[in-house]
């Protein structure tokens, strides 16, 4: 019975989930109908009374009373002691279901141990009246809170890096080598890597250029975005349909069986001397095919098939796939070191680039030195446009490539390199007559050379191969099985030359002629040479009279203290930076200028927050002689101290070394006693003090309604900030010699995040942890955690930016950038676009960055 009452609830909202969902007409629908067709009732009026988000069951004084929990929210006293605790160290706890703050709940004395909601209860029951009874299944959903999606300040991070995860290469993987045709390089692999790719060191791979960077954002000596970062922005950039296209082809390479290079996945240069170019790596082979000059004779006839027959199998496994050439080349083909044919993807899209290159330029007679198979209904489209022009228009089937595949069992058996040269240099004439008396020249050369041969009986269904009209060409698969059918010898001329000429598919496929990464590419060359300027003005490093330099990312620095900076914040339109050097600096926001110090502590600030409180923004401080002083943020800027008070404690372990505020008036410091004490913040008397870490409390953040603080203990310990009672201490199972001083927390709207002396970060959700990793060799003695983003800094004189994505069941951390700095950081904020952030060596730097 235990577990069933646990499950009840789940069962509740999944149902009140489908009702909603289900609801077809919406509440104004339902009104306006209500007012057109009769007066309003009493019971029309009973259809918004507020419900209980888990029953849907309308609140009542009897048998829904609704009792209101810390976070504001309320449920009927029936539902309360059916929600499960979130973890079972949580016995007296609860998840708010409208709102999922966590909430302190005395189970023991049960729904009484919680307020009544005395306003619901009279609005549901305004004169005392009894309540109307309803069924569930006419409850409205219209109270259940709505949790609005947080929009990633990156792009669509997750959607691109779960699909490319496993076609990105290792940075450092690729040794380049000379340059081909088309965008093309060659090289080799610098390591041996595994799954997914199992390729081995030194094994020969070919590079086609898939995008070069339209711009460079990063050329600054003190930005540095990370390689998984840059993959994905121009992943991202090339746009819906090439991204969509290039990961096709990538995947269906990976399931042809056999004749087709292995597409390995994505690679980026960073070497480039203008900005990052993205490559598709592929299989590379040493021996390319030879096409003898000379027809072949009756010993070498029988290879020349096999040859021709590799041809037919290997265009019939891309076809199988949904892809097809558009056009062909004799050097798109190689030989593995087993002797067999294999067609290199990667050289015939260079292929297809080069011809697109061509039809830009309007030279089209320059295709005649081009060693380029184009089926005539290509030619003729060529003749009268550039291809971009007509790609929407002409649906390249499969038969086009049936062509090439016919023109290349011509050459291999004839020898005959240069056929369709005459088809490219008589464009302008009656196309149609003349393709006609070519092909009779052809086959009357292919006769010459197969009369008496074993190959004779193809005659027919090459013939059929160099039809003009695309729809009378037979498949592929045909051309192959006939091949196949005389090269064994298991049938004779009359089964061979029925072969069924189907006509070509009709349906759509994917074309690596008509691709857009081929335009992506075109459009792009022209940015580079306008961006040109802007690149090499930003690498100069040229800087206006403010410190920023122009072009790309900027950055000033704002100097002032004598000392180094200890913290910053934001609060009423101004930046606050505190320092060893006892005083507060206070920056404008819009130029940078320091408008006012303020002075007043006698000992170094250890700690700075902002906060407002009744309508007035303050600036609160500590510092290591344990004084607590406040700032009124006002304008003018008032330079004297506000109020200000000492903690009372032994000299010993004396210091604020960390400071909070709630949205009750308490003001939180973290002390280095080992406690935390409370304070009303509207006569500065001591609430308070929870006592529980064993060292000093060296930081402190609220979420929630809860106190999250960190000590140099290595423990993250939670409090209710209800009654400053403790929750639960996090990672309490870890092993003492694991443990490290907890040097700064952050939170956000479901996350909180902890850094420690020893380079760890650690992540927590619904206080649990669910990401613990080394981002750093030394301290991180600064954390800021906005939404999605994550920004450390520390010990190694660089700030690192990183990206969280989460799910349901797990958290990922992957690298967006970094910053290198002059000096050990010690704080930092982002805000608006503009990363502040305070050094060892008195500077502030501030960095704008939009992403």
């Not at 004084?61 to 979130?86: F, Y």
């Not at 990156?154 to 290469?169: A, D, E, G, I, R």
């Not at 059929?464 to 005389?486: D, G, I, M, T």
Request: net charge negative; glycine share 8%; with cysteine.
């Amino acid at each position: 019975m235990e577990g069933i009452k646990k499950i009840k609830p789940i069962i509740l909202i999944f149902k009140r989930k489908i009702k909603k969902k289900s609801r077809v007409p919406s509440k104004e629908c339902k009104k306006k109908k209500k007012m057109e067709s009769a007066p309003s009732s009493s019971q029309d009026q009973d259809d918004d009374l507020p419900e209980c988000p888990v029953c849907l069951q309308p609140f009542d004084p009897i048998s829904a009373v609704p009792r209101v929990l810390p976070c504001g929210h309320s449920i009927c006293h029936v539902c309360l002691p059916l929600l499960p605790p979130p973890l079972s160290s949580l016995p007296n706890s609860l998840r708010c279901p409208s709102c999922t703050q966590l909430v302190p709940f005395d189970r023991q004395v049960g729904p009484a141990s919680l307020p009544k909601n005395l306003d619901l209860l009279h609005f549901v029951c305004p004169n005392g009246d009894k309540p109307s009874s309803r069924t569930r299944a006419e409850v409205s959903a219209s109270r259940v809170a709505e949790v609005s999606a947080q929009k990633p300040l990156l792009w669509s991070h997750q959607n691109l890096l779960s699909f490319w995860k496993n076609f990105v290469l290792p940075e450092n993987l690729v040794i380049l080598g000379g340059n081909g045709d088309g965008g093309i390089k060659f090289g080799t692999f610098g390591a041996t890597i595994g799954s997914p790719w199992f390729c081995k060191e030194k094994q020969r791979i070919s590079l086609l250029q898939v995008k070069a960077e339209s711009f460079v954002h990063d050329k600054s000596e003190w930005y540095q975005a990370s390689y998984i970062y840059r993959m994905m922005d121009l992943i991202e950039k090339l746009g819906d349909k090439a991204r969509e296209e290039l990961g096709f082809l990538l995947e269906a390479s990976s399931r042809v069986p056999y004749g087709i290079s292995k597409a390995y996945g994505l690679w980026l240069d960073l070497t480039g001397k203008q900005g990052s170019n993205l490559y598709m790596v592929c299989e590379g082979f040493d021996r390319k095919m030879e096409f003898s000059s000379k027809p072949a004779d009756e010993q070498s006839m029988f290879q020349v098939g096999v040859a021709c027959m590799e041809f037919c199998e290997i265009i019939t496994n891309l076809h199988s796939e949904g892809i097809s050439c558009g056009c062909l080349g004799f050097e798109c083909f190689y030989l593995n070191k087993h002797g067999h044919v294999i067609l290199s993807l990667n050289e015939v899209i260079g292929l297809c680039r080069r011809l697109r290159e061509v039809s830009f330029e309007g030279d089209y007679t320059s295709l005649s030195d081009v060693e380029i198979l184009l089926a005539p209904e290509l030619l003729t489209k060529l003749h009268k446009g550039p291809i971009k022009e007509f790609s929407t228009e002409v649906s390249v089937n499969y038969s086009s490539d049936v062509w090439c595949l016919a023109c290349l069992v011509f050459t291999h058996l004839t020898g005959n390199m240069q056929f369709g040269t005459e088809l490219m240099q008589n464009l302008d004439k009656d196309f149609v007559q003349f393709y006609e008396d070519w092909k009779k020249k052809v086959l009357n050369k292919m006769e010459s050379v197969l009369t008496g041969t074993k190959f004779e009986s193809l005659m027919g269904i090459i013939e059929s191969c160099l039809c003009y009209e695309p729809q009378k060409r037979p498949h592929a698969v045909n051309l192959y099985r006939a091949f196949q059918n005389v090269l064994l010898g298991s049938c004779g001329e009359d089964e061979v030359t029925s072969c069924d000429l189907l006509s070509a598919k009709e349906s759509s496929n994917y074309c690596l002629l008509l691709s857009y990464i081929h335009l992506v590419d075109l459009e792009t060359r022209d940015e580079r040479g306008r961006l040109e300027a802007n690149i090499l003005d930003v690498e100069a490093g040229k800087r206006g009279k403010d410190g920023t330099a122009h072009g790309g990312m900027h950055d000033a620095t704002l100097i002032g203290h004598r000392d180094c900076v200890t913290g910053l914040v934001i609060g009423g339109g101004f930046l606050f930076s505190s320092s060893y050097d006892k005083t507060i600096n206070v920056w404008s926001l819009q130029d940078f200028s320091r408008i006012q110090t303020l002075r007043g502590h006698e000992h170094r600030i250890m700690a700075i927050i902002t906060t407002d409180h009744v309508s007035e923004s303050f600036c609160i401080t500590g510092d290591a002689g344990s004084g607590i002083f406040i700032w009124k943020i006002s304008s003018p800027l008032e330079s004297e101290v506000f109020k200000s008070w000492y903690e009372h404690n032994d000299w010993r372990y004396s210091g604020i070394h960390s400071l909070a505020f709630s949205d009750s008036g308490y003001l939180y410091t973290g002390s280095g006693d080992k406690s935390i004490k409370a304070w009303s913040f509207q006569d500065q008397s001591l609430v308070c003090t929870m006592t529980g870490h064993k060292s000093t409390v060296s930081c402190l953040s609220v979420r929630d309604g809860i106190l999250y603080s960190g000590s140099w203990d290595g423990t993250v310990r939670l409090w209710w900030l209800s009654d400053h009672t403790p929750l639960c201490l996090l990672g309490a199972n870890e092993v003492p010699s694991n443990l490290a001083p907890v040097l700064s927390l952050s939170s956000s709207a479901s996350l909180a995040a902890s850094t420690y002396e020893n380079g760890y970060l650690k992540i927590w959700r619904n206080e649990m942890l669910v990401r613990s990793e080394k981002v750093k060799a030394g301290a991180i003695y600064a954390l800021y955690l906005e939404q999605n983003l994550i920004f450390t800094g520390g010990w190694d004189k660089a700030v690192n930016i990183q990206e969280v994505s989460e799910n349901e069941l797990e958290v990922e951390i992957s690298d967006v950038a970094s910053i290198k700095c002059d000096a050990i950081i010690t704080s930092l904020i982002y805000w608006k676009g503009k990363l502040f952030v305070g050094l060892s060596n008195k500077e502030i730097k501030v960095f704008h960055m939009q992403f």
